[in-house]
């Protein structure tokens, strides 16, 4: 690995350690949003505790965070595919474990939906439509974004995507379930909160 796809590790981890529903909260409502709602920096517990209008702003940074470090490394690394791919890996690790805040964070599902964009397009709007309109239909986001991120792997494996593409997809899976496991526990005991339900 080179010099130049260093830095641009290190440059996404950092932009996706950018808390922009933290700060959303503090500029809008004056309030850590990490100690409202699930206390979780994403856009769902954003929507939650300041409404939809902060939270679409929250969601698209989210993504943008995830897009343009992912694009970049495209264009600058050419073929270099795992270098490429731990662009896009750093910027969602910095969305779930952020350098600003103690290394809490989100979820990583919007980031993910922003480098999916920069790297395989077709497939997130596949994902994306799926996981709508499963949230549509349950109201549970979580299950939703659980869904998402479980399908990457085996759509790229479809699709026969070159390996180091599924193994990306794998470990993104692992990352996203593995942030959701407190979901998943509430979702088994039945107290999982539903999209539009207020915050604590």
């Keep these: 690995m080179n010099l130049q796809a260093f ?11 950018i808390p922009s529903a933290y700060i959303m909260g503090r500029l809008v409502a004056g309030v850590d949003i990490t100690q409202h709602g699930s206390g979780n920096v994403g856009g769902t517990n954003a929507f939650r505790v300041l409404g939809a209008g902060p939270a679409i702003v929250v969601a698209l940074v989210d993504v943008g965070k995830g897009f343009l470090p992912t694009l970049l490394a495209i264009r600058l690394l050419g073929g270099q595919t795992w270098p490429t791919l731990c662009v896009a890996l750093a910027a969602v690790l910095g969305h779930n474990y952020s350098l600003y805040l ?3 964070g989100g979820k990583g599902i919007a980031t993910t939906i ?3 964009f920069a790297l395989f397009p077709k497939v997130i ?3 994306l439509l799926i996981a709508i309109t499963v949230v549509a239909i349950t109201r549970y986001v979580s299950v939703g974004s659980m869904l998402l991120v479980t399908l990457l ?23 996203g379930l593995w942030r959701h496991r407190s ?3 509430r979702l088994l005991q039945g107290t999982e909160n539903r999209l539009g339900s207020k915050a604590d």
């Design 7 to 17: 830095v641009l590790i290190v440059a996404a981890y950092l932009l996706g350690s």
């Design 102 to 104: 103690r290394l809490r």
């Design 114 to 116: 922003g480098v999916c």
């Design 125 to 127: 709007i596949i994902l």
């Design 153 to 175: 792997p085996i759509v790229l494996t479809l699709k026969q995507a070159a390996l180091p593409e599924i193994q990306f997809g794998i470990i993104i899976a692992i990352l």
């Design 183 to 185: 979901n998943l526990g």
